[in-house]
């Protein structure tokens, strides 16, 4: 067996486990993501994950939708395509 090192990190429990389960949904545990990370960020030299803030418009989207009753919601992807692809 492969020498390994142990990493830990704090992290909100609700951003852990929404992670995990997209991780888990694409068959990777959390190990192998920071494995995957850690790989290329020496591979790449750099940070391999590339960062963008919002710009204005996406910031006053985002605030939009934060709004009561600014969201629809539908019941099926049907009655979604029946309103906004007609």
Do not use: C
Request: hydrophobic residues 45%; charged residues 20%.
């Amino acid at each position: 067996m492969l020498e390994s090192s142990v990493v830990q990190a704090r992290i909100e429990p609700d951003l852990k486990v929404q992670g995990e389960a997209i991780l888990h949904s694409v068959g990777l545990s959390t190990a192998t993501a920071i494995t995957l990370f850690f790989t290329q960020l020496v591979n790449q030299r750099s940070f391999p994950i590339e960062l963008k803030a919002p710009n204005a418009e996406t910031q006053a989207a985002f605030a939009e939708g934060r709004e009561p009753g600014n969201l629809a919601t539908y019941r099926s992807v049907q009655e979604v395509f029946d309103e906004n692809w007609v």
